[in-house]
């Protein structure tokens, strides 16, 4: 992955893929146990071929691995290189584990050759949401179903709106993360797709990175206020003491988390 060191002029995305992967291990400690959510909703079982839309750094590819069991495959896909790099190194001794650098939106594997497919946070940035679930939908077999976890709004989402709040910053904020925030339409562009019996259930889960340095660093670097600041990195420094504070004040210093709001979603192909 490129480097700002050598990349002077680094896009917003090569931006935000380099905080994911310098941040891979406290975000995977915040997110695992919305990820498992979900998972636990595909349910899969061994030998089935799972996709893995937005993998990341591999975490969630790891856990799917476990499920299926070395005659099933897991099939991680993601459109970023660097994290790619980073889930290859972690899954190098699973042969049933292999990884796509794609665009979601336009994966090109054949038609039903996948039993399921789940995502955690990688299904809410498709310039056309229905263009991709139409295009999941006709990689799963007749019998697939799909699971994901996904943002409800960000006024509901306590892990993004504190720290927005505490930096002055919400004005700024990008919506794009939330942008599934409303059930009907996502049951919509599903039903469209040609899904059916969507299930769309509200879950709300207190997650962490850790103690106070853990989640300051993080809510710094990534979600919508590590957007803000890794784009516009002259406000970090007023940023960060009124985060750190507000963080502080919540109580315990070696443990500090904040309540996420997230849609589990399921669906049959």
């Not at 476990?66 to 290859?88: H, Q, S, T």
């Not at 050759?113 to 799963?140: H, I, K, Y």
């Not at 509901?156 to 504190?162: F, Y």
């Amino acid at each position: 992955m490129t480097s700002r060191a050598l990349d002077p002029h680094p896009s917003a995305r090569a931006l935000a893929a380099q905080a994911w992967a310098e941040m891979s291990e406290r975000l995977d400690l915040q997110l695992s146990p919305l990820g498992l959510r979900a998972i636990d909703a595909l349910s899969p079982r061994p030998g089935e071929v799972i996709l893995d839309i937005g993998c990341g750094a591999g975490q969630s590819v790891l856990q799917l691995a476990d499920r299926v069991g070395p005659e099933g495959r897991v099939i991680g896909v993601d459109i970023a290189p660097g994290l790619l790099a980073l889930a290859r190194r972690r899954a190098a001794a699973l042969s049933q584990v292999r990884f796509v650098e794609s665009d979601a939106q336009s994966l090109a594997l054949p038609d039903a050759s996948a039993d399921g497919l789940f995502s955690r946070f990688g299904v809410m940035a498709f310039t056309d949401p229905l263009a991709a679930f139409t295009n999941f939908r006709r990689m799963l077999t007749s019998f697939g179903r799909l699971a994901f976890v996904c943002w409800r709004a960000l006024d509901e989402n306590e892990l993004d709106l504190a720290p927005l709040r505490a930096a002055g910053l919400e004005a700024l904020a990008d919506r794009t993360p939330f942008s599934f925030a409303d059930p009907d339409a996502l049951r919509g562009a599903l039903t469209a797709a040609g899904f059916d019996r969507i299930d769309i259930q509200a879950h709300d889960e207190a997650v962490s990175s850790g103690d106070l340095d853990a989640m300051t660093g993080v809510l710094l670097r990534v979600g919508p206020l590590g957007k803000i600041l890794r784009e516009n990195p002259e406000l970090r420094a007023a940023a960060e003491p009124r985060v750190r504070a507000a963080l502080a004040a919540r109580g315990d210093p070696a443990h500090v988390s904040l309540m996420a709001a997230t849609w589990i979603v399921t669906a049959n192909a």
